[in-house]
């Protein structure tokens, strides 16, 4: 979780970068102070994208930073954490879930991009192509 806050304070605007909700109404929230963004941003995103790739790229799309591109992300949008039992084995328990600036829950429903592209096998990357020409101004 850490270094997807400190990466984040890098390109997102002031203000929250993820929701972490706990049982009970329980909720933290990290924050960017970044003032002004510096970069234009294309996020690539696949359906491997996952967890602290998936904060980053929610933050990106909800404040409106860049663009997100690719196809749906994986969906894992749950805390976890290992309990360790007795003889060396252990459990793992879902603790919170993680909900994006705009407060959207990405469990099983991944980011979904602002521009679908699918790269093909033996094809030249299509989403890297895209992402450039979005750069570029084309």
């Given at each position: 979780?850490?270094?997807v ?7 997102i605007?002031?203000g ?15 924050y ?7 970069y234009?941003l294309v ?35 749950t ?11 252990g459990m793992k ?9 705009n ?36």
């Amino acid at each position: 979780m850490g270094e997807v806050v400190n990466m984040s304070n890098l390109f997102i605007p002031e203000g929250p970068i993820v929701h972490i909700k706990y049982r009970e109404d329980v909720e933290q929230t990290y924050y960017s102070k970044l003032k002004k963004p510096k970069y234009k941003l294309v996020v690539l995103v696949n359906e491997n994208s996952a967890s602290a790739s998936e904060i980053f790229a929610g933050a990106v799309q909800d404040t409106k930073v860049g663009t997100i591109l690719g196809v749906p992300t994986y969906g894992k949008g749950t805390v976890q954490q290992i309990i360790p039992l007795v003889k060396g084995d252990g459990m793992k328990l879902t603790i919170a879930e993680y909900q994006t600036p705009n407060r959207r829950n990405i469990h099983n429903k991944g980011i979904q991009p602002d521009i679908i592209v699918k790269s093909k096998d033996g094809d030249t990357d299509q989403q890297l192509q895209k992402a450039i020409e979005i750069l570029s101004g084309i």
